[in-house]
Structures are given as C-alpha cells and as structure tokens.
C-alpha cells in the first residue's frame, strides 16, 4: 500500500511564506521522482515543481524564485518551501509520487497522490 499524506495548507496573507510537507508511506522513497501540483477551481491541475531521486529540481515559470522543493530520504518526506505567495497562488496542493528515477510535469506520469491540502492567499 502506497500513501501519501500532505500537511501544512492554510489560509495567509499575499506576501506570507507556507511550508507543505507531504510524508509518504509503503514505497521506497529515495528511488521515486516526486511533484507538488496544484489546481484552482475551474482551471486544470499543473505542475509547480518536481524532484527526482538524484535531487534534481525544476519548478512551473510562474513560482520560480518563490517556491523551494526539497526531500529528506531519511524521513520519507518531500517539501514545498513557498514564500512571497500571491492571491493567484491560491489553490489545492497535491503530491504526487512515480518509479521512476526522473520525473515530469504530467499528470499522468505519476501513480500516486495525495489528498489535497487547501492553500488561499489573500490580498
């Protein structure tokens, strides 16, 4: 059994910094690709930044800067550091975990996902 649960969501001001952890469960963690997507309503969910199991990194255009994606092997989980957070950042947060050594942006390339934790960014 696979799991992943998310943690962190909340409710700040634009301008404010979050931090989301995503702890994960029944895999071995160090050898799969994770990804933070997001979706607001009536838009499609995107990619906002992924890590492979060598560390590599890339993040959507419109978080660069602001968003830090980050994993502790030894803790199973993977983070999403987000600072200066504007309204347009408001959204539910996924995780999102793949076998795979190297990662993408597709929603269909990942297997498993988390539950979803809510993020609203007021001005």
């Known amino acids: 059994q696979v799991q992943l649960v998310e943690s962190g969501g909340g409710s700040v001001q634009a301008g404010g910094s979050l931090r989301l952890s995503c702890a994960a469960f029944?895999?071995?963690?160090?050898?799969?690709?994770m990804g933070w997507f997001r979706q607001a309503p009536g838009k499609e969910r995107e990619g906002v930044a992924k890590?492979?199991?060598?560390?590599?990194?890339s993040y959507a255009n419109s978080v660069k800067g602001r968003f830090t994606i980050s994993k502790d092997n030894a803790k199973n989980t993977l983070y999403l550091q987000m600072n200066s957070l504007k309204p347009e950042d408001t959204a539910m947060y996924y995780c999102?975990?793949?076998?795979?050594?190297?990662?993408?942006?597709?929603?269909?390339?990942?297997?498993?996902w988390g539950q979803g934790t809510q993020v609203t960014v007021s001005s």
């Open positions: 029944g895999y071995t963690f160090s050898y799969y690709c």
């Open positions: 890590i492979s199991s060598d560390g590599s990194t």
């Open positions: 999102a975990a793949s076998p795979r050594t190297y990662c993408s942006f597709a929603v269909g390339f990942y297997n498993y």
